[in-house]
């Protein structure tokens, strides 16, 4: 039997939750160099505490709202691509067209309907990828949360 000198020697306590833990399974996380750390405050899977996980976690989430809000803009200005040869579409076909010069006899006038389809197919486009994004967001706020609760919890 170890004397209890020695015996406190090889155990170290966790700075978050204060518990005692053998030196052998103190864990150090790499980002933010935390130690002494017990195993529960080793997010599972990777090698880095749950508090840093959790902020990667944020600024995931942070830059995909930025690109959802990039994504939303350019749809915006599909919209309005499309309502603009709309108007010409509508224009052509009632012979508006014929009373400006600079519409008379151009690639635009030519072909106006194709000028139209295509905003319509990136608008549909660029709505699936808005959906997607907006899918990964919600995973992602949903293992913050999870990673949040078993925080509360322990």
Known sequence: MMPKDQEQDELS???????????????????????PLCKTHRFAG???????????????A???RKQEQGIIDFIRLLQFIFLV???FFIAARTGLLEFVDFLKENI???NIA???ILPAAGYLLFYIIL???RNKIK????????MEYKRMVK
């Open 13 to 35: 306590r966790c700075i978050l939750c204060k518990t005692y833990i053998k030196k052998k399974e103190v864990f150090t996380c790499p980002r933010c160099r935390k130690s």
């Open 131 to 133: 959906y997607n994004q």
């Open 139 to 146: 995973e992602i706020e949903a293992e913050m949360h999870a």
């Open 114 to 116: 194709w000028f139209g």
């Open 108 to 110: 635009v006038s030519s």
């Open 85 to 87: 040869f709309a108007i």
């Open 62 to 64: 942070a830059d995909l």
């Open 46 to 60: 990777r090698r880095e505490c749950t508090s840093c996980v959790f902020e990667l976690k944020q600024r995931e």
